[in-house]
């Protein structure tokens, strides 16, 4: 039985990308979003919010593509972006909750589990050893849905159905995923 030599030589350097890169520009840029957004909803001009969060959506899914495109990916980037989701729709549902554009119950439960979210990702990121967005397919489904509770905020359709059936969803994603990220073994991690 032969073995094959392991391969020997130099190793490659590990590729830096800097925080300041084309992907991190647009998911700064939603934060652009938000005074004009907060305008249309303290004045009561439904369709400029909807345009507004259209905006806000839109720059969130060109993010990733812009980073995939110049190559500039980085674990500083999906945190970024993942803060980014929180703040901006954050912000715009305690805003239309607060206008009454939005139930303020469902509005209060939607914000507590991502602050839940978050810690939990905290956690998974300290058990993994590194800076790490977790991944949750559900989770991210529901964030772009987040988007579309705040559109149907602004043009008052079935505000009140939409956000108490979204509610048990992301409560049932929350649970799952505090199964995966709190108890599950963490893939890499250096413990």
């Known amino acids: 039985m032969s073995s094959v030599p392991a391969a020997s030589g130099p190793t490659p350097p590990t590729r830096v990308v800097s925080p300041w890169n084309p992907a991190n520009a647009v998911t700064a840029s939603r934060f652009l979003c938000l005074p004009p957004f907060a305008w249309a909803v303290m004045n009561g001009y439904h369709q400029w919010a909807t345009l507004f969060i259209l905006i806000c959506g839109l720059l969130d899914k060109v993010d990733g593509l812009v980073a995939k495109v110049f190559d500039c990916r980085s674990a500083f980037g999906e945190m970024f972006d993942a803060i980014a989701d929180g703040l901006c729709y954050g912000f ?79 409560l049932i994603t929350l649970l799952h995923d505090a199964k995966r990220m709190l108890f599950d073994a963490v893939p890499g991690a250096s413990m």
Do not use: D, H, Q
């Open 92 to 170: 715009c549902l305690i805003l239309i909750a607060a206008y009454g554009w939005a139930p303020v119950f469902p509005v209060v439960m939607i914000i507590v589990m991502g602050i839940v979210n978050s810690g939990m990702r905290g956690i998974y990121a300290k058990r993994a050893g590194r800076t790490v967005n977790y991944k949750s397919y559900a989770m991210e489904r529901l964030v772009g849905y987040t988007a579309y509770l705040i559109g149907f905020a602004t043009g008052g359709m079935e505000v009140e159905f939409f956000y108490w059936a979204f509610v048990p969803l992301m």
